[in-house]
Structures are given as C-alpha cells and as structure tokens.
C-alpha cells in the first residue's frame, strides 16, 4: 500500500488549501471571468486539437459530476452539436450530387459558406464493467471490478479569418479503447482511493482541408489520412474524502506508466487529465443543495478555462429525480437527472452564455447519457 499512502499525503495538503479557499475561489471566480473571457476572445486563432481538448475535458467533468466512471454494467454516453447531422448531411449531398469537380466544390462551398466562422463538436462514450469478488485484508477493503471503454470524439471549425475569400475546414478525430482493472480501496468510512490500471490506446488525425478536398472526402470528419497509434500501460488515480458537510475530490486520469509504441505518439499526446472539486452538502427539511467548486487542468489550455462552479438539487431523498447546474468560463449547463438503483438516464443542455468565442461562433450541445449501474 505504500504508493496509496503517497498518494494520500500528496493530495491531501492541497485538497485541504482548496477547502480553506473555496470562498475565496468562488469570489475570484465571479470577479474575474469578465476578463477571462475578454482575454479569451481576443486571442488569435485557435488550434483545432486545443479546442477539442477543452470541449471534451469539459465532458470528463460532466459524466464525474453524475456518477463514478466505471461503476457500471454500461454507460452510454453521447454528446453531439445543434444541427451537426443536417450539416454533415448537407455537405454529403453536396459532394455526391455534383456532375462535375467545378460543380461538386461550388456546391460544397455554398453549403459550408451558410456555416463559415462557426465550430461544432462530437463526442461518443460507451463502457462496459464487470465486478470482481470483494477482498479484505486487515482494515483495507478493496471492491475490484474488469471494465472497457471506447470514446471516439471530433471537434471542427470553418473559418474564412486567414483568407476572407477561402473557407478552411480544421478537424481533429481521436479513437480512444481502455480495457484493464479498477479497484476501490477504503480504510476508513471517510476515505476512498479509485486506482484504475489499464492497456490505453489512442487514435488520432489532425485535418486541414480547403473545399476542394471536403468535396473529395465527402465529409469534414475522415478517419483515413496520416493516422497516429498511440499503445501504453496507464492508470488513472482518484481520492475521495466524504464528510457530513462537504467531499472532496482530487484525480488525475491517463497517467502514461509504459509507453508501448517504439518512441511514437499520438497528437493529442500523453499529458494527463488533472482535476479536482470541493462539494458541500446542504439540507433544508426535505431539499438537498449540493454547491460544487472546481477546476480541471491539462497542457492544452489554461488552467483559468478548466475553472466551473454549480450545484444540484434534489427533493426528497427517496425521489429519483435531480437536477444540476453548472457555469464554465464559457458555457452554461443545465442537467436534469433520473436515477433509481438499476438505471439511469439523464439529458443536459451545454449552451454558451457569450457569443462569437475568438469570432467563431459556438452551437450549444446536447448531451444524452443512459446507464445501468452495479449496485
């Protein structure tokens, strides 16, 4: 147990600081997003893998908010753009129907011109867990469990800002699989360490295309050009403090332990998810309010865009129903909740409350989550 008890006591100071602070986080927060968000729309043009990547860490804080990963028979997660499925069907059409080259790229520019200057985003996650025997050993109890996970996620942008005349279509598309060994450790009724040891491969491709070349594909999104395969042994930790009035939370996700792959790697990279979140418990007679305060962080992006505040609300303890709420840096979410014992469903509405972000215009994102949990 000695790398748990490490890990206990790297975490637990700086868990502790943010306890302390978290009024002071939250007051920061709300003063200075003016300005976050001032020198956020300022910026030049943004790279299209940074932009996936805040968009999609986003999404790892929203399925961490609803439930624990991999404490399930299967969660299914989807995540999808406003008018992503009329946009990719207009382009298709497009490209197919033309009954020249000259023809096809004019009637692809027309469609991506009624677009240009705006972003949309991808994201599908499917898991699948298995319980093992729970062990006991002294005070140590440990709940082990086998699991695999595929996401595949997309983000694009059409933009005219280099060459008013010229749309350009950025893309990136990463294939993720997962398959290895979660085990929940407890040696107290306060404390929990979530230790996940997995074989972690990464797909990606990064595309930069002119008209000429959509109508080509067909498509904005092609998984078949300069792909990068990415093997390694990862692992991903978890600390949990649950006391009367408030949790606390502390991980970092796809920490690189044996890279499997000769030297190479993937665009995205190997830089690990960090993240952490202060939840306090609030009860009124029968209304449970849970404020939440958090920030997450990796390489791509600043660590001022990882920040989001929120909280959940829930009526009665014995009613299935909850409903949360979030603000990021950039997006507002709204998240209604079914849960019972044996399934769960839950809708949420991602919707920017500022828009052009950097002069591209961001859609608001549906998201459609259905599990079936181990009880």
Same mark, same amino acid.
């Given at each position: ?27 920061? *927060? ?10 956020? *729309? ?10 996936? %990547? #805040? ?11 609803? +439930? ?29 129907? =033309?009954?020249?080259? %000259?023809? &096809?790229?004019?009637?692809? #520019?027309?469609?991506?011109? !009624? ?20 062990? &006991?050993?002294? !005070? ?33 598309? /990463?294939?993720? +699989? ?7 450790? /407890?040696?107290? /009724? ?6 996940? #040891?997995?074989?972690? %491969? ?31 042994? =990862? ?7 649950? !006391? ?45 309010? /849970? ?7 990796? +390489? ?40 019972? !014992? ?16 950097? +002069? ?16």
């Amino acid at each position: 147990m000695g790398m748990i008890d490490e890990l206990h006591w790297l975490l637990i100071p700086f868990l502790f600081i943010l306890l302390k602070m978290q009024r002071l986080i939250f007051i920061l *927060f709300v003063l200075f997003s003016p300005l976050l968000l001032e020198k956020a *729309f300022g910026a030049g043009t943004r790279g299209e893998i940074q932009r996936f %990547t #805040l968009l999609h860490d986003r999404f790892i804080v929203d399925r961490g908010l609803r +439930k624990l990963r991999y404490d399930q028979f299967l969660d299914i997660d989807i995540v999808v753009s406003s008018g992503l499925k009329s946009f990719l069907g207009e382009i298709e059409a497009s490209s197919k129907n =033309a009954a020249s080259t %000259t023809a &096809r790229d004019a009637a692809v #520019l027309a469609a991506l011109a !009624k677009k240009v200057n705006s972003e949309r985003y991808l994201d599908i996650d499917v898991s699948l867990g298995v319980p093992l025997p729970y062990i &006991r050993y002294r !005070k140590f109890q440990m709940l082990p469990g086998l699991f695999y996970n595929i996401n595949m996620a997309a983000s694009n942008t059409l933009s005219n800002q280099d060459d008013g005349l010229n749309i350009k279509a950025q893309s990136y598309v /990463k294939l993720e +699989k997962r398959m290895g060994l979660l085990s929940r450790i /407890k040696w107290n /009724k306060k404390e929990e360490v979530r230790l996940a #040891l997995y074989r972690f %491969t990464k797909t990606d491709v990064a595309l930069d295309l002119n008209v000429s070349q959509v109508g080509a594909k067909t498509s904005v999104f092609k998984f078949d050009d300069a792909i990068v395969d990415h093997n390694m042994i =990862a692992s991903d930790w978890t600390y949990i403090l649950t !006391k009367e009035n408030y949790t606390l939370l502390g991980e970092i996700q796809e920490l690189q332990l044996l890279s499997q792959s000769d030297g190479k790697k993937s665009l995205h990279g190997t830089s690990p998810f960090l993240h952490t979140r202060l939840t306090n418990n609030l009860r009124v007679g029968n209304l449970l309010l /849970k404020p939440f305060y958090g920030v997450h962080y990796r +390489k791509w992006y600043d660590v001022f865009d990882g920040l989001y505040v929120g909280a959940s609300l829930k009526y009665n303890i014995d009613i299935p129903f909850e409903f949360l709420m979030k603000v990021s840096t950039e997006f507002i979410t709204l998240m209604p909740e079914f849960k019972t !014992k044996y399934f769960q469903f839950v809708y949420s509405l991602k919707t920017p409350f500022r828009n052009p972000r950097q +002069k591209i215009w961001v859609s608001a994102i549906h998201n459609v989550n259905i599990s079936i949990p181990i009880p």
